[in-house]
């Protein structure tokens, strides 16, 4: 690396470099993300990469479906050096367990199950080799059969073996096992892919297969020293720290676990809910004329939560997931109905654009007055996706103008957070905005969430937009796997910590933000394990996860 522009954040680079280099060779080797996919195994701490994981094939290769992030439902454990997912891919079931066994060494173990009667379907574990890593590599097989990478061909081609091993120059992967497979091998382009067959076409309901795999990596150690030049002359723009989420979704455990955040960390930034729903559910009723203690309890702690980040000395963005159902076009369990469609949430009801904009500033007015909390942004989150209010291009534009307008109206200080998009990868949602010279001037900050689509070209999009609005870019949330909740045993894993502090160096380098929101420094997502916290009942502590970010 080098002209790296951010003074501070190239120290915590450095820091996070040493960090991981000394703690990568005591944990595990095997990258094994929760979904079912093991994308590599660590050899004296660097990644031989490689990505295998199961597939539901149809015909000859007509359909292919995989284990992949937020695609199954799947569970993850881990039990000493074994990690265990269960998922399931149409009508077939699996359980995969990964475990250490030696240096650049894991075994896998496969139970497969057809839990249909499967005509035209069979079940398969798949390796993905990348073609930077072996594209001048040799794939061998048996007594004397080999091919060249380069020769393997885009239609798939058949063999029968127990063993296989695939080598270049700098990398190595070999595939045993105790008895021979149907194998696919097939040219992605990107990637060389390997299919082994578990289970056949025709299998019946209840016909179950057990494999049993050993890999061993190798490959060249890339042990050359990294030099790092910091010019200071050249600043990049202002980081204030990590922020945090604090939208209160578990009252018994996220009391403990927000506080011990704020007690031992620097959180420089705060992000609460305003329950729209709960805070004006009547239109007839004048939400104004409650007293504190007349508030819906959720709509006091989340203002509670508010002033108690205020109180701190840290800048509050408040955002609305819901709405009264008064405001929406649809009945609220719209949000959910349709999502099996790619359709969430539903919109606002333009009918009624004058109450809603009220109805909005009315609490943020409530909150200044009653709580002592000047609200530095509003946003509806993830408008983009209808995370439960959506929005199209146009009408966030519109949104940004017309709220804008109500809030400098009622003598508030509050802006707009454009976008809070619920991807890097859904940039365009916020363009008709940044084309509008009149919605600049209500505009406090561009937002977008860090969950998925970060690749170097998006994250300087997103960083320009800052630029181009002069206004602030804000990670509104911050983390990798947005289904991680369904298995909370990961967010210990070394490998998870891993992956999101080196996605948080990446957009601080890359798009500059003023401060990236960890979703969340409460139970939920949480960055602290014990307590209760997912059911683990020993005392409070801190992951990986937490000492990350409070080095960052």
């Known amino acids: 690396m080098n002209n790296i522009k951010n003074f501070n954040i190239q120290f915590f680079i450095i820091g996070v470099m040493i960090f991981t280099s000394s703690i990568s060779l005591s944990h595990a080797q095997s990258e094994y993300m929760a979904w079912g996919n093991l994308i590599g195994i660590r050899v004296e701490g660097q990644l031989m990469e490689f990505e295998s994981g199961l597939a539901a094939v149809s015909g000859n290769f007509e359909r292919v479906e995989k284990t992949a992030k937020e695609r199954q439902r799947p569970k993850y454990t881990r039990e000493g050096n074994s990690q265990t997912v269960n998922t399931a891919i149409n009508n077939f079931g699996f359980t995969k367990t990964v475990s250490d066994i030696g240096k650049g060494k894991v075994e896998i173990n496969i139970i497969a199950k057809a839990d249909e009667n499967n005509e035209?379907?069979?079940?398969?574990?798949?390796?993905?080799?990348?073609?930077?890593?072996?594209?001048?590599?040799?794939?061998?097989?048996?007594?004397?059969?080999?091919?060249?990478?380069?020769?393997?061909?885009?239609?798939?081609?058949?063999?029968?073996?127990?063993?296989?091993?695939?080598?270049?120059?700098h990398r190595s992967l070999k595939i045993e096992s105790d008895s021979q497979h149907k194998v696919m091998l097939v040219n992605n382009n990107?990637?060389?892919?390997?299919?082994?067959?578990?289970?056949?076409?025709?299998?019946?309901?209840?016909?179950?297969?057990?494999?049993?795999?050993?890999?061993?990596?190798?490959?060249?150690?890339?042990?050359?020293?990294?030099?790092?030049?910091?010019?200071?002359?050249?600043?990049?723009?202002?980081?204030l720290g990590m922020g945090g989420n604090f939208r209160l979704q578990n009252p018994t455990t996220d009391p403990q676990v927000i506080q011990y955040c704020l007690d031992s960390m620097r959180v420089a930034y705060g992000r609460v809910e305003m329950p729209w729903q709960l805070w004006h559910p009547d239109e007839t009723a004048n939400p104004l004329n409650q007293t504190t203690e007349q508030l819906h309890p959720h709509v006091k702690a989340s203002m509670e939560m508010a002033q108690?980040?205020?109180?701190?000395?840290?800048?509050?963005?408040?955002?609305?997931?819901?709405?009264?159902?008064?405001?929406?076009?649809?009945?609220?369990?719209d949000a959910f109905r349709y999502r099996d469609q790619g359709i969430y949430g539903y919109p606002l009801n333009n009918d009624k654009k004058e109450q809603i904009n009220k109805s909005i500033a009315d609490y943020l007015v409530y909150l200044k007055n009653h709580f002592g909390v000047e609200a530095i942004m509003f946003s509806f989150n993830e408008s983009d996706l209808g995370i439960?209010?959506?929005?199209?291009?146009?009408?966030?534009?519109?949104?940004?103008?017309?709220?804008?307008?109500?809030?400098a109206t009622r003598g508030l200080a509050t802006k707009m957070l454009l976008g809070d998009n619920s991807d890097a990868t859904t940039f365009d949602f916020i363009v008709p905005s940044i084309n509008d010279p009149e919605t600049h001037k209500y505009?406090?900050?561009?937002?977008?969430?860090?969950?998925?689509?970060?690749?170097?070209?998006?994250?300087?999009?997103?960083?320009?937009?800052?630029?181009?609005?002069?206004?602030?870019?804000?990670?509104?949330?911050?983390?990798?796997?947005?289904?991680?909740?369904?298995?909370?045993?990961?967010?210990?894993?070394?490998?998870f910590a891993f992956h999101e502090i080196n996605l948080y160096t990446r957009i601080c380098a890359i798009a500059?933000?003023?401060?990236?929101?960890?979703?969340?420094?409460?139970?939920?997502?949480s960055i602290l394990t014990g307590g209760g916290v997912f059911g683990t009942e020993r005392p409070l502590r801190p992951t990986q996860r937490f000492w990350n970010l409070k080095q960052l």
């Open 120 to 169: 035209s379907q069979s079940a398969f574990l798949f390796f993905e080799l990348p073609v930077k890593y072996y594209a001048k590599g040799q794939i061998e097989w048996g007594e004397n059969k080999a091919i060249n990478i380069n020769k393997i061909k885009k239609t798939p081609q058949q063999f029968a073996a127990s063993s296989i091993e695939i080598k270049s120059e």
């Open 190 to 239: 990107e990637s060389i892919a390997l299919y082994i067959e578990l289970l056949p076409q025709q299998s019946a309901e209840g016909t179950e297969a057990r494999k049993q795999f050993t890999l061993t990596v190798g490959g060249t150690i890339d042990d050359s020293p990294v030099s790092i030049t910091i010019d200071s002359n050249k600043p990049g723009r202002q980081f």
């Open 308 to 333: 108690k980040l205020t109180a701190m000395g840290m800048p509050v963005i408040v955002s609305a997931w819901s709405a009264p159902q008064w405001a929406i076009i649809g009945e609220p369990e």
């Open 388 to 407: 439960n209010v959506r929005h199209t291009a146009e009408e966030h534009r519109i949104f940004n103008n017309e709220m804008g307008a109500e809030l």
């Open 443 to 495: 505009i406090g900050a561009v937002s977008f969430h860090s969950w998925r689509g970060c690749d170097d070209e998006t994250l300087k999009k997103w960083g320009n937009a800052a630029l181009q609005l002069n206004v602030p870019l804000v990670v509104g949330e911050g983390s990798t796997d947005a289904a991680a909740w369904n298995y909370p045993q990961i967010f210990s894993e070394f490998s």
């Open 512 to 525: 500059q933000p003023q401060t990236i929101l960890q979703w969340q420094l409460t139970a939920d997502y």
